[in-house]
């Protein structure tokens, strides 16, 4: 167990909906980041997000957005659900914002399936 | 832009083999490397890590890596494997001093018995 959790586990929905999934980082880790697995695309990162604030933006479309709350969880939003954003979404977190010398723990992932 | 090769996708081998997974890493400044294991319906867990220092870093459960910078590569070594390594490996890479890992596609190792 890596501290880091995700919710839901598992999440089917139908295209052109929108859906929320949400990260709890390890305590007292201040940087979450958001990961898209697919069979083509492999793993991939999608944003990162420091004590609140954004600090680093990867391959997220713009029909995705995420968001880190003042408790520190961390929350991805995607909209207007494509069956291509079907995938394995993770996130990890870590101490700083940089990654020198810090190493990535990440969670198990929200298997989200778009039918 | 950092990116990340990994050579085989699919490796098998029997019990008490060696094994090697490359990775070659495309970035022209220093770099932090790290290899992640996902085990069947976990999630990733850091293997081994290289930040500075001795170029042979030894991780968890046996695994070895050693950078070449000459070449570019960080590739995963056991002496002997066990049928519980089964398991997809990723190599990624990480500028010093920036915020995302790139990862390579991974490598499906099946490990029979």
């Known amino acids: 167990d890596s501290g880091v959790t995700q919710t839901p586990k598992h999440l089917i929905t139908a295209t052109g909906q929108r859906v929320t999934l949400r990260c709890s980082p390890r305590?007292?880790?201040?940087?979450v980041y958001w990961y898209q697995q697919s069979l083509d695309q492999g793993l991939q990162f999608l944003i990162q997000y420091y004590n609140g604030e954004e600090r680093a933006k990867g391959n997220i479309l713009e029909r995705f957005s995420a968001q880190q709350f003042p408790d520190l969880h961390s929350e991805l939003n995607l909209s207007s659900l494509e069956l291509g954003d079907s995938a394995l979404y993770f996130c990890?977190?870590?101490?700083?914002?940089?990654?020198?010398?810090?190493?990535?723990?990440f969670g198990p992932g929200t298997r989200l399936t778009v039918l | 832009a950092q990116s990340v090769s990994q050579h085989n996708h699919h490796v098998i081998l029997s019990e008490a083999a060696s094994l090697e997974l490359g990775c070659n890493y495309s970035y022209g400044g220093t770099v932090n490397l790290f290899w992640y294991v996902q085990y069947p319906g976990q999630h990733l867990q850091l293997l081994l890590k290289?930040?500075?220092?001795?170029?042979l870093v030894k991780g968890i459960k046996g695994f070895e890596a050693e950078f070449i910078k000459s070449k570019f590569s960080f590739n995963l070594r056991k002496p002997s494997v066990q049928w519980s390594d089964t398991a997809e490996y990723f190599c990624?890479?990480?500028?010093?001093?920036?915020?995302?890992?790139?990862f390579g596609t991974g490598t499906q190792l099946k490990v029979e018995l």
């Open positions: 990890a977190s870590s101490v700083e914002s940089s990654l020198a010398g810090v190493e990535q723990f």
């Open positions: 290289y930040f500075s220092g001795d170029p």
């Open positions: 305590s007292g880790d201040l940087s």
């Open positions: 990624a890479v990480n500028a010093r001093g920036g915020n995302k890992l790139t």
